[in-house]
């Protein structure tokens, strides 16, 4: 059975029985918790988390998930994949245990004509929790399920939690028995290599405190209501039904392993550790893919990071398997043709995660070259290469252990391995207790669960600038509050409002609320709680509020009319960015205030002069057109199919809007404020471009006054150079450019007279060395600025100069706050045992600076001019000292 045959059995399974389909979310989603979607119940979090209540009571999806917790394990297991899809049923508060059990254990063993999977139920095995009597008893009960093939576990197994005071509850966990060729009796508890884990059913009833019940510490209450989150790995499932060995080895996967066959010249399935390097290759390079689908884009930190690490790994893995040259874009092509029958997009977005794959193996074979001359580097005249070596080889310059390894073993050098993952293992620690505390307490199921859920606010400000409204709810303190008086900081919800909430990019909106009774409340800031209430910031400047008074929410009009130019100028802008770049080119994120805006997009190279230019010509072209901004509220699967582009990480609701201007050049779902003719937009001024990480670029811009205004400004900048150079404004540009030339010669001209005057005093030079014990010392310290080709060109003819003669010669100067020097030593020297770089450590630490180079020469630079003296008489010293 074809792994998107399974998927679609198990979403017929459960919509057949009243739940509603949820589209999978982005793996990227705003949660600070996370860096990406791990688990199928993370889209529903908060429901279960009280913060909001769904618009059904029954869910099923199948949401795509990245781990990547133990990257270095994946290949080695048969059941681990950083990517993976969790088929899941949710219910909130519409059935319990005996739903979850009876529906998982029907569709698994459901014969195939009927819609199931047909898996034979002498295969199954089921865990509960310790003291789960209820869930036994239904798996034996009403299910029929022998008591020798329900096992009881504890919390480590069968319990959970979020890992923070919240939601949880004890879990039943099915297993697939594959056989005495794969390990021993016993059931889940003997052996998970055997029985393997498909199915986890959560019944989620249970408030959990500070400590876990998970280790024996009891709720700290119930749930109002009891739900359910169920999690089935289509991978594992998919493995099992197509009897291969493991998950790298489905329909899904094989066929990256085939190809990385062919690219490599290696077998899969000859050698234990080649085996790794193949799954290695199918897993992340599907993972990658993913990623990249859904906006990530190689970099050092973050998303990003764990990307580039991914196809690193990738590249690497084919490297050592015998690959030559590119080959991330073939491997990604075969995930390409497996993956877009479950997801169609990645054909449209294929252009765009090719060229970003493309530009990062490049990078990276450029990284390994280097990599490679700093390896030789550390290796010479060495025996063993450290654990700091090879983690700083590894961590700073991101060259892979594996291949410092074949190569230490090739020079005939060991590593210090354990030294090395010793380093990792610190490094690792650090980031988790890092993301431990970045996690939140769900334990408070919030102070605006009740107008969430009871009194969602009413937005009317796409046709209201002020509005009459009612006070429903005050909070003050992180409380609930009756009242608020003069000077106190509050949250103010209404049960209307015309002020926008910050998102999407969009600045809330500025404004004043005045209530019946004369109070006046300054806003600056509108937030959402659980996407329906709008939560109004601000201070009480006059009077008392109350809940339950009358009031009129006005927003500040100037603030609003700039801010819809700036967010209607930012459509503009992605318009034209895919005009001149190409229609891959797609939104990363973005800013707009008044007057002001930042749009971020997905794109390699650096945009040139001419592109700038195209782009913010076009943007004014289409506010000259005058266009109609046209909104339509519609299905989510309706605006796709008219062409409106979504953003990455949203997540939508099955009602979106849709925000058009000028038809087919910019189509997008936003809920923003815009103008209602582009012509009011007024004129948009690009300030420039600019990288903003790996794979990612930025554009601002000025509109309307700001950008008249920032226009004015350089128009009188222009006029004031023209004066000053005497000549029409339109020539300034080649006035300033013959000026810079010839600045630039005659700075040429001056650096060539120093350098000839140094040479020029080589005799006087050479009259200030002097003998210290058997060895002819010079040290200099030359005039301030002197350039470091200079003294390079000074130090190799100073060291001709003692022909035979054992020599060392020093050279400082300083430039600022630096201290830059050369060394140089005789070939007399050299072959009596003097090197260059000992000399260079001895007097480094006196001016706070390193250098390097070969024995004969060496330079480098410092940081304390006021260790030069000290320095050469440190080298004065050693060389005394034989």
């Known amino acids: 059975m074809q792994t998107h045959e399974i998927r679609q059995r198990f979403l017929n399974h459960f919509t057949d029985s009243g739940h509603t389909e949820v589209p999978s979310a982005s793996l990227v989603l705003d949660d600070p918790n996370l860096l990406f979607v791990n688990a199928g119940m993370v889209p529903f979090k908060p429901y279960f988390l009280g913060q909001e209540t769904p618009d059904y009571s029954k869910a099923t999806s199948i949401q795509k998930c990245v781990r990547t917790l133990d990257i270095e394990e994946v290949g080695i297991t048969t059941r681990h994949n950083t990517f993976f899809q969790m088929a899941g049923n949710f219910s909130f508060g519409a059935y319990f245990k005996e739903g979850a059990i009876t529906q998982a254990w029907s569709l698994l063993t459901g014969s195939v004509d009927d819609g199931g999977f047909g898996i034979d139920p002498e295969k199954l095995w089921v865990t509960v929790f310790l003291d789960d009597d209820e869930a036994h008893n239904i798996w034996a009960n009403i299910v029929g399920v022998p008591e020798e093939r329900i096992q009881r576990r504890d919390g480590n197994d069968n319990y959970w939690d979020m890992g923070v005071p919240g939601p949880c509850g004890p879990c039943s966990e099915i297993f697939y028995d594959r056989g005495p060729e794969y390990g021993i009796e016993g059931g889940p508890v003997a052996d998970e290599d055997r029985y393997i884990e498909i199915w986890n059913l959560v019944f989620m009833q249970y408030i959990r405190g500070e400590q876990s019940p998970k280790y024996g510490h009891k709720p700290i209450g119930e749930l109002p209501q009891k739900n359910i989150d169920t999690g089935m790995g289509i991978e594992r499932v998919a493995f099992l039904l197509q009897g291969v060995e493991n998950v790298y080895e489905t329909d899904l996967l094989r066929p990256v392993i085939d190809e990385a066959e062919r690219l490599t010249g290696a077998t899969y399935g000859a050698d234990g550790k080649d085996d790794i390097r193949f799954r290695v290759i199918a897993d992340h390079s599907r993972t990658g893919l993913m990623l990249m689908l859904d906006g990530v884009a190689p970099s050092n930190e973050g998303r990003g990071y764990i990307l580039r690490r991914l196809l690193r790994r990738v590249i690497r893995s084919a490297r050592l398997l015998g690959a030559q040259g590119e080959t991330l874009e073939k491997l990604l092509d075969v995930v390409h043709e497996t993956m877009t029958p479950s997801y169609p997009e990645i054909t449209d977005n294929w252009d765009r995660i090719r060229r970003s794959a493309v530009a990062e193996e490049r ?196 603030w609003r009319h700039q801010a819809r130019q700036a967010h209607s100028a930012t459509h503009l802008i992605h318009g034209a960015l895919r005009e001149v770049l190409g229609p891959e080119t797609v939104q990363a994120g973005s800013l707009n205030r008044p007057g002001y805006l930042r749009f971020d997009f997905r794109y390699t190279d650096p945009l040139s002069a001419d592109q700038v230019r195209r782009i913010e010509e076009m943007a004014n072209e289409a506010v000259d057109s005058d266009w109609a901004v046209n909104t339509t509220e519609t299905s989510l699967d309706e605006a796709r199919a008219m062409g409106a582009m979504a953003l990455f990480g949203e997540n939508y609701g099955d009602r979106v809007r849709v925000v058009e201007m000028g038809g087919p050049f910019s189509m997008e779902l936003c809920g923003g404020t815009h103008v209602d003719r582009t012509a009011q937009i007024g004129p948009i001024s690009v300030l420039g471009e600019s990288s903003v990480g790996s794979g990612a670029r930025r554009i601002e811009a000025y509109s309307g006054m700001d950008s008249f205004r920032y226009l004015s400004t350089e128009r009188l900048l222009a006029e004031r150079l023209a004066t ?159």
């Not at 200030?768 to 200079?790: H, M, N, W, Y």
């Not at 300083?814 to 000992?838: E, N, Q």
């Open 724 to 882: 000053e150079f005497k000549t029409p404004s339109a020539e300034v540009p080649d006035r300033i450019a013959a000026l810079a030339d010839k600045l630039k010669a005659t700075e040429k001209q001056l650096a060539d007279l120093k350098a000839q005057q140094l040479l020029n005093n080589v005799s006087a030079h050479l009259d200030q060395a002097r003998e210290v014990g058997d060895t002819i010392f010079l040290g200099l310290t030359l005039p301030s600025g002197t350039q470091a080709k200079d003294m390079r060109t000074l130090a190799n003819d100073l060291r001709a100069r003692f022909g035979d003669r054992k020599a060392v010669i020093v050279l400082l100067s300083t430039d600022g706050g630096k201290v830059p020097f050369a060394v140089a030593v005789s070939d007399a020297g050299v072959a009596a045992g003097l090197r260059s770089g000992d000399i260079v450590s001895t007097m480094g630490p006196l001016i706070g600076g390193r250098g390097g180079g070969k024995p004969e020469l060496a330079q480098g630079s410092g940081s304390n001019p006021d260790g030069l003296d000290a320095a050469l008489a440190a080298v004065e010293a050693h060389l005394a000292n034989g």
């Open 363 to 558: 990078a990276f074979l450029k990284t390994l070259e280097a990599g490679t001359r700093l390896f030789e580097t550390k290796a010479e005249g060495a025996t063993t290469l450290t654990g700091e070596d090879a983690f700083a080889l590894h961590d700073t310059h991101g060259f892979p252990i594996d291949l410092t390894m074949e190569m230490a073993n090739e020079a005939g050098l060991t590593v210090d391995e354990e030294g090395f993952r010793a380093l990792m293992t610190e490094q690792r620690e650090r980031a988790k207790a890092d993301n431990r505390s970045k996690k939140k307490d769900h334990g408070d199921l919030s102070v605006y669960r009740q107008f969430i859920d009871e009194n969602p606010t009413e937005f009317t400000g796409f046709s209201h600038l002020s509005d009459e409204a009612k006070v429903i709810g005050i909070i003050a303190d992180h409380g609930s509050a009756v009242s608020a008086v003069e000077g106190d900081e509050i949250e103010l919800i209404l049960d209307r409002t015309p002020m926008y909430a910050e998102s999407g990019g969009q600045m809330a909106d500025h404004g004043v609320i005045t209530t019946e009774s004369g109070a006046t409340i300054l806003v600056t800031d509108v937030q959402k709680a659980g996407k329906k209430v709008w939560l109004h910031k601000g201070r009480v400047e006059v009077g008392e509020v109350r809940v339950g008074d009358r009031a009129e929410a006005s927003v500040d009009h100037a």
